[in-house]
C-alpha cells in the first residue's frame, strides 16, 4: 500500500472543497499540486486576479500558486487576504476545508512551511458544509406576519436556490435579493421584490422597515452591510439549506406578494428606456442588449463602475449565476472571468467601462496567446471606434462576435449621463463603497 505525500493530501483536500485548477508559475517554489490542473500564469497579480474570478464564479476556491510558497485561495475579488502559516501536515484537513467557514466569500494566503515531497499522516479530506446542524420550521402563527426574505450570493454558493424558491412559495412571501443573487427568481417572478445595495434608499423602499420579520440568508456583508438592512422588526438569519424546511407546517396563505416601491418606481423608470432605440445607447437598453445576446447557459460579467452599475441593476435576469458583477472594486475581473469561462468552453461577454484598465489589457493578450475566446464590450459615451447604428445591431453584432473565435473587443456608445435616472429614484450609488 503506497503511502500520500503531504502535496497529495493537500491536492486532495482542496478538489474536496471544490478546487478545479491552480494559476501560477515555478517563482512560487511549488512545481505543482497533485490532481489539480495547473495553469501558469507568470504575473502574481494575474494569478491572483484569475483564481478570485475562479472561486467567485464557482462553489469552492479559486487557487493560485505566489512566490514565498504562498497558497491563495479566494472567491471575493479585491478583497485583501488573511494570512496564515500552514506548517503541520496533519491540519492540512480542517485548515483547507475551514478556508471561508462562516463567510460567503473570503480570501486567505497560506504560507506553506511543508515539504510536500514527504509522506504525509493517514488523513482523509474533510467537508465542513454547515448541514450539521437541527432542521429549522417556523410555527405557522407567523404565517400572519408581514414578513420578506433577504438573500444574498450564499444562496447560489450553497446549491440552495431550489429551496428559496420552494420556501417563497409556500409561505407566499417576496424575495428582495442582493445584486451577487440576481437570478434566483426571474425579474417578472411574483417573487420578485428587486435586486438590492447599489444605492442608498434601496432597503429604504424595499420596505424592510415595514416587515415584521425579515429572514436573512446567504448575504454577503460587502453588498449589504448590516446596518443597512437591519429593520425595527425581527431578524431570523438562516443557512441556506434550512431554507427548505422553514414553512413546511405552514398552510400556504392565499395572497401574492406586494411589489415595494423600489421594484415599481424602478421598473417605471427604466420602462422607456428599454424601449428606446437611439444612439448612443443609453445604459438600460446596453444592458437589455446583452440579456438579448447571451446564449442559454452563457455568463455575463462587469466591472465595478458605470457599467457595473447598469448591469447589476438593469439586467433582465432569467437564470441564476449568468450575471456577475463583483461586491468589492477590483480592476480586471470581468475580463478574468470571461477567460475562465472561456477555458471552460463557456460563452461569456465581459464589460467594462472606458478606458480598459491595465489589467483588462493584460488578461485580453494572455486569452489570445491562450487561443482562449474572449467578447468584451467597452462602453462610452465617445468611446474611440464605436459605431454601432441601433440598439438592435447591438445585440446582433454582439451575438455574432460570441460566435466567433478569437479575442473581439467592441466599443459600443453608451450614454452615462442616465445615471441620474437611477440616483433620482433609489438615491446616491453606495456599492462598492465599503
Keep these: 500500500m503506497s503511502t500520500q505525500t503531504v502535496g497529495e493530501l493537500l491536492g486532495r483536500c482542496l478538489l474536496a472543497a471544490g478546487a478545479r485548477r491552480v494559476f501560477g508559475s515555478a517563482e512560487s517554489g511549488i512545481r505543482r499540486i497533485p490532481g489539480l490542473r495547473h495553469v501558469v500564469v507568470a504575473e502574481p497579480a494575474l494569478a491572483v486576479l484569475l483564481a478570485d474570478a475562479d472561486g467567485r464564479l464557482g462553489t469552492g476556491p479559486g487557487v493560485a500558486l505566489l512566490p514565498g510558497r504562498r497558497l491563495h485561495l479566494g472567491s471575493q475579488p479585491g478583497e485583501p487576504a488573511e494570512r496564515l502559516v500552514l506548517d503541520d501536515p496533519s491540519l492540512i484537513p480542517s485548515v483547507i476545508a475551514g478556508w471561508s467557514l462562516g463567510r460567503v466569500h473570503a480570501s486567505v494566503d497560506l504560507d506553506l512551511s511543508l515539504d510536500l515531497d514527504a509522506p504525509a499522516p493517514a488523513l482523509e479530506p474533510l467537508r465542513l458544509d454547515g448541514t450539521g ?197 477590483v480592476r480586471g475581473f470581468a475580463a478574468a472571468a470571461a477567460v475562465l469561462a472561456g477555458l471552460d468552453g463557456r460563452a461569456a461577454i465581459a464589460v467594462v467601462t472606458e478606458p480598459p484598465d491595465g489589467a483588462t489589457l493584460e488578461l485580453l493578450s494572455l486569452a489570445d496567446h491562450w487561443g482562449v475566446p474572449l467578447t468584451l464590450e467597452v462602453w462610452g459615451a465617445e468611446v474611440a471606434g464605436a459605431s454601432v447604428p441601433s440598439a438592435a445591431a447591438h445585440a446582433e453584432r454582439l451575438a455574432q462576435a460570441l460566435d466567433e473565435p478569437g479575442v473581439k473587443v467592441l466599443p459600443v456608445p453608451v450614454d452615462f449621463a442616465h445615471t441620474r435616472t437611477l440616483v433620482e429614484v433609489a438615491g446616491e450609488v453606495v456599492a462598492w463603497t465599503v
Design 133 to 329: 446542524g437541527e432542521v429549522l420550521t417556523l410555527a405557522p402563527t407567523l404565517a400572519e406576519l408581514r414578513s420578506m426574505v433577504l438573500a444574498g450570493p450564499g444562496v447560489l454558493r450553497a446549491g440552495a436556490v431550489d429551496g428559496l424558491r420552494a420556501f417563497a412559495e409556500q409561505a407566499a412571501v417576496g424575495v428582495l435579493n442582493t445584486w451577487g443573487a440576481k437570478g434566483v427568481f426571474a425579474w417578472d417572478s411574483p417573487f420578485h421584490l428587486g435586486t438590492a445595495g447599489l444605492q442608498s434608499r434601496d432597503f429604504e423602499l424595499a420596505g424592510l422597515g415595514d416587515a415584521e420579520l425579515l429572514i436573512v440568508v446567504g448575504v454577503d456583508p460587502l453588498e449589504a452591510p448590516r446596518d443597512r438592512w437591519a429593520s425595527g422588526g425581527q431578524v431570523l438569519e438562516v443557512e441556506p439549506w434550512q431554507l427548505a424546511a422553514l414553512a413546511w407546517r405552514w398552510e400556504r396563505p392565499e395572497r401574492v406578494p406586494e411589489r415595494p416601491a423600489l421594484y415599481t418606481r424602478l421598473a417605471a423608470a427604466l420602462a422607456p428606456l428599454y424601449d428606446a432605440g437611439g444612439v448612443p445607447l443609453n445604459p438600460a437598453r446596453a444592458a437589455a442588449g446583452l440579456a438579448s445576446a447571451r446564449p442559454p447557459g452563457g455568463l455575463v460579467v462587469a466591472d465595478p463602475g458605470p457599467a457595473g452599475l447598469w448591469v447589476a441593476r438593469a439586467f433582465p435576469t432569467t437564470e441564476p449565476g449568468s450575471v456577475v458583477v463583483p461586491a468589492a472594486f
